[in-house]
T-cell receptor, first 110, second 113 residues
Framework: GQSLEQPSEVTAVEGAIVQINCTYQ??????LSWYQQHDGGAPTFLSY????GLEETGRFSSFLSRSDSYGYLLLQELQMKDSASYFC???????????FGSGTRLLVRP | NAGVTQTPKFQVLKTGQSMTLQCAQD?????MYWYRQDPGMGLRLIYY???????DKGEVPNGYNVSRLNKREFSLRLESAAPSQTSVYFC????????????FGPGTRLTVT
């Protein structure tokens, strides 16, 4: 079967850097995605890694190590609006239907 | 360009009642999805449609049926609602197989009493 593990909660201070980890177990691997969801809102796509290494998009970066079945989302220069839940997700198969982790709730404090 | 729209936003049902959740997208996407999200949990795929005229089961399909009416619309039906189906339901779409970027609708909050 397939599963993903990520911490349930992370707290950080405004302006700091925070890393949200995700480990996965899959029968085949088709990449690792990250989504953000604010309370009461819909998930929004942040990033996708198919190959090893770091992908940077503004203040957010995502890293993948396929040999370790591990990835992380790095948020820099944290802002209060970054308080949200962050989900990692992997495709079940080549159809790219996604399985989501249970989410990491990030609380940014002043 | 509205993206993905869902109706209704909120719904309360009694056990045994039926209802259909509607979803439409205006991005000309091929693939559409229905997820449920329970409190403090991630999203679980109920059903998936790779293209018009095709549907496939996801992780938790029991108690649900779907219809891909045309390329734009994908509906989810609960034939006989149960309290265990109390959840937030999200519809999503993507360009097609091979695209991991999914666009989500605002969700339907369903309570079954």
């Amino acid at each position: 079967g397939q599963s993903l593990e990520q911490p349930s909660e992370v707290t950080a201070v405004e302006g700091a850097i925070v890393q949200i980890n995700c480990t996965y177990q899959t029968s085949g691997f088709y990449g690792l995605s990250w989504y953000q969801q604010h309370d009461g809102g819909a998930p929004t796509f942040l990033s996708y890694n198919a190959l090893d290494g770091l992908e940077e998009t503004g203040r957010f970066s995502s890293f993948l190590s396929r040999s370790d079945s591990y990835g992380y989302l790095l948020l820099q220069e944290l802002q209060m609006k970054d308080s949200a839940s962050y989900f990692c997700a992997v495709p079940m198969d080549s159809s790219y239907k996604l399985i989501f982790g249970s989410g990491t709730r990030l609380l940014v404090r002043p | 360009n509205a993206g993905v729209t869902q109706t209704p936003k909120f719904q309360v049902l009694k056990t045994g009642q039926s209802m259909t959740l509607q979803c439409a997208q205006d991005m000309n996407h091929n693939s559409m999805y229905w997820y449920r999200q329970d409190p403090g949990m991630g999203l679980r795929l109920i059903y998936y449609s790779a293209s018009e005229g095709t549907t496939d089961k996801g992780e938790v399909p029991n108690g649900y049926n779907v219809s891909r009416l045309n390329k734009r619309e994908f509906s989810l039906r609960l034939e006989s609602a149960a309290p265990s189906q109390t959840s937030v339901y999200f519809c999503a779409s993507s360009a097609g197989t091979g695209s991991t970027k999914q666009y989500f609708g605002p969700g339907t909050r369903l309570t079954v009493t």
